[in-house]
Every structure is written in C-alpha cells, then in structure tokens.
C-alpha cells in the first residue's frame, strides 16, 4: 500500500485533490500507529523495489514553493519528519535530505508554507536523531531559534508551541555540545524557561519543563566538578 501512495505522491503531482488524499492517508496511517513506519523504512531500504520515501517528501516539499499549500506542506513535513526519526544507518544521500529537510525547516523564508508549531513539532522528532541534534546546535544556530521561540510563547499564548520548544530543550539537554547555550547568559534560555510557567500550568508543559531542569542542572554541575577535577 504504501508503495503506491508514494508512487501516486512522486508521479501525478498535477491533481491537487489526490496528492491532498495520499499525505492525509499517510499521515493518519503513521498517527494511527507508529509502528507502520517500519514498513516505509523496509520499503525505504529495499535492494528490490526500494521507495525513496524520504527523497519523494523533500521533493514534494520543494514542489510547494509554487503551489503554496499550507496543509500539504504540513502534512508531508509532519510524515517525513517521523520517517527520518524512525531510520537507522541513512545512506549518504538519504541523510543529506534528512540535513536539506531540516535545513529547511529553519529557513524565514518558508514561514508562509509552515506554522511555527508545525516546525517545532517536526523538529522534536529530529533531535532524537544524534547527527542532526548536534547540526542544529552547532551549525544552524539552533538555540537562537528556539530562543525566539520561548519569546513568542511568552508574548503570545501558544500552549503547542510552548511545549514543541520545551520538548526540543529537554531532548538536546542530554548531550554535553548544548551545555554552553544553556550558560550562555545573552540567550537567557533558562530565565525564559523558567518564565514559560508563569504563563502555562497545563500537566504537559509543567512535567516538560521540569525535566529540562531536573537534566539541565544535573549536566552543569556534574560538567562543573569535572572540570575542576
């Protein structure tokens, strides 16, 4: 089945109402339950008959520049992001989409294709990707975006949003290439995590964001004692 949804996807791109059926199908099939996306990475992997699924959403993103439709760009986004995170041992090509895709996500200029909440959504299922966690942080100055992001939340009430940035926070905690944008005091992350409860007291938000404290703290003392070591 999913051999032809993505096939209909990378081939007749002209029928707006198909293309909207096949990544809501998709979509709902891999909300439905995750575990489904296996069957895309099998495909994806196929020496046979291999679906480059990965390869076949990017470039249908791409495609959107033109038509500029939101809840398709929203769609194919969401999926893609969720096929990438579940891929283990991308080969070259598909890791560079995986880098392009996310690289793209991050970019002003696709703002009218993509919600915020929708980005950061994709972005949370990214991070748990090792490579792409440390290119966010380290080469696409990702903290400054989810700065921004805190900001936003804090001006304007956007409980999804909120979450989505705290989530990306607690995930990139973990690795010690993200502590010194945790100390940087220009960034203010934490003073503006801490602000986010001033805001929200929904479970969700509450629970994400004492998480990133409990792991956040725990990092910068232990990185602190070693060094004094």
Same mark, same amino acid.
């Given at each position: 089945m999913f051999r032809a949804l993505f096939s209909i996807l990378d081939t007749i791109k002209s029928d707006k109402n198909l293309t909207m059926w096949v990544l809501c199908t998709i979509n709902g099939i891999l909300e439905d339950q995750r575990s489904h996306v296996n069957q895309i990475i099998h495909n994806q992997k196929s020496m046979s008959k291999q679906v480059d699924a990965i390869g076949i959403?990017?470039?249908?993103?791409?495609?959107?520049? @033109?038509?500029?439709?939101?809840?398709?760009?929203? !769609? $194919?986004?969401? &999926?893609?992001?969720?096929? @990438?995170? $579940?891929?283990?041992?991308? &080969?070259? =090509?598909?890791? /560079?989409? &995986?880098?392009?895709?996310? =690289?793209?996500?991050?970019?002003?200029?696709?703002?009218? #294709? #993509? &919600?915020?909440?929708?980005? =950061?959504?994709? !972005?949370? /299922?990214?991070?748990?990707?090792?490579?792409?966690?440390? @290119?966010?942080?380290?080469?696409?100055?990702?903290?400054?975006?989810?700065?921004?992001? !805190?900001?936003?939340?804090?001006?304007?009430? /956007?409980?999804?949003? $909120?979450?989505? =940035? #705290?989530? @990306?926070l607690w995930i990139v905690s973990f690795h010690d290439f993200s502590l010194e944008y945790f100390r940087d005091f220009k960034l203010m992350i934490l003073e503006n995590v801490s602000k986010v409860l001033d805001y929200y007291n929904k479970e969700k938000i509450v629970r994400v964001t004492l998480m990133l404290f409990e792991v956040s703290s725990f990092l910068l003392v232990t990185h602190d004692c070693v060094r004094r070591a």
């Amino acid at each position: 089945m999913f051999r032809a949804l993505f096939s209909i996807l990378d081939t007749i791109k002209s029928d707006k109402n198909l293309t909207m059926w096949v990544l809501c199908t998709i979509n709902g099939i891999l909300e439905d339950q995750r575990s489904h996306v296996n069957q895309i990475i099998h495909n994806q992997k196929s020496m046979s008959k291999q679906v480059d699924a990965i390869g076949i959403l990017y470039r249908f993103l791409q495609d959107q520049l @033109i038509e500029e439709n939101v809840d398709k760009c929203e !769609l $194919a986004a969401h &999926s893609l992001s969720i096929i @990438i995170q $579940a891929h283990k041992n991308a &080969s070259i =090509t598909e890791m /560079q989409n &995986s880098l392009d895709f996310m =690289t793209w996500l991050l970019e002003d200029n696709n703002k009218k #294709l #993509l &919600s915020d909440k929708c980005r =950061t959504a994709c !972005l949370v /299922q990214l991070m748990k990707n090792n490579k792409l966690a440390y @290119i966010f942080v380290e080469k696409r100055n990702g903290f400054h975006k989810l700065q921004g992001w !805190l900001v936003d939340c804090i001006k304007n009430k /956007q409980d999804q949003l $909120a979450y989505n =940035t #705290l989530a @990306i926070l607690w995930i990139v905690s973990f690795h010690d290439f993200s502590l010194e944008y945790f100390r940087d005091f220009k960034l203010m992350i934490l003073e503006n995590v801490s602000k986010v409860l001033d805001y929200y007291n929904k479970e969700k938000i509450v629970r994400v964001t004492l998480m990133l404290f409990e792991v956040s703290s725990f990092l910068l003392v232990t990185h602190d004692c070693v060094r004094r070591a």
